[in-house]
T-cell receptor, first 116, second 109 residues
Framework: DTGVSQDPRHKITKRGQNVTFRCDPI?????LYWYRQTLGQGPEFLTY????????KSRLLSDRFSAERPKGSFSTLEIQRTEQGDSAMYLC??????????????FGEGSRLTVL | DAKTTQPNSMESNEEEPVHLPCNHS???????IHWYRQLPSQGPEYVIH???SNVNNRMASLAIAEDRKSSTLILHRATLRDAAVYYC??????????FGAGTRLTVKP
């Protein structure tokens, strides 16, 4: 399978613990996006990487959230000191280089986080 | 990205055409109109996009109004597998593609 893969698919944690999600984009895709989706809502943009550079961050991304893409390939999203409000589906997407306005995003199946 | 307005939900009968509307009255001249859909328990998937002319692909057709202030996604023969949330999004060259709440399509057998 050469699509976007995310790991783990499900994570249950206790409030206050740290969690990390991994995203492997489609090979040779330069652009990588993280989104958060809560029940009944559309995905909310969190952050965007062009290769290894994090170029945009939403104000939704509080100080407890950090994302990296150290070698311009896979990316990690870490949430420190989780809160119950962090419970959501975390989606990763990638796209090839080129004009953003015409580019297609390919999404993974997401990592579902439940904070008890 | 400029804002879009879609109905919260729509219903269709299986094997009948479905027309999903989207209003985007504040669209700028260089915004592209994109449609994605999200099947249950999956990430969104790209459906189609266009600028001014109507577009067709294997999944759907996109009809764009002459003034570009509205568009319609057309599924020519709805199947049960088309039941999903459909998102209409305007894209410029910013990279923070933003989704609205979309239209939940229910397909009845």
């Amino acid at each position: 399978d050469t699509g976007v893969s995310q790991d783990p698919r499900h994570k249950i944690t206790k409030r206050g613990q740290n969690v990390t999600f991994r995203c492997d984009p489609i090979s040779e895709h330069n652009r990588l996006y993280w989104y958060r989706q809560t029940l009944g809502q559309g995905p909310e943009f969190l952050t965007y990487f062009q290769n290894e550079a994090q170029l945009e961050k939403s104000r939704l991304l509080s100080d407890r959230f950090s994302a990296e893409r150290p070698k311009g390939s896979f990316s990690t999203l870490e949430i420190q000191r989780t809160e119950q409000g962090d419970s959501a589906m975390y989606l990763c997407a990638s796209s090839a280089n080129g004009r953003a306005r015409t580019g297609e995003l390919f999404f993974g199946e997401g990592s579902r986080l439940t904070v008890l | 990205d400029a804002k879009t307005t879609q109905p919260n939900s729509m219903e269709s009968n299986e094997e009948e055409p479905v027309h999903l509307p989207c209003n985007h009255s504040t669209i700028s001249g260089t915004d592209y109109i994109h449609w994605y859909r999200q099947l249950p328990s999956q990430g969104p998937e790209y459906v189609i996009h266009g600028l001014t002319s109507n577009v067709n692909n294997r999944m759907a057709s996109l009809a764009i109004a002459e003034d570009r202030k509205s568009s319609t996604l057309i599924l020519h023969r709805a199947t049960l597998r088309d039941a999903a949330v459909y998102y209409c999004i305007l894209r410029d060259d910013n990279n923070d593609m933003r989704f609205g709440a979309g239209t939940r399509l229910t397909v009845k057998p």
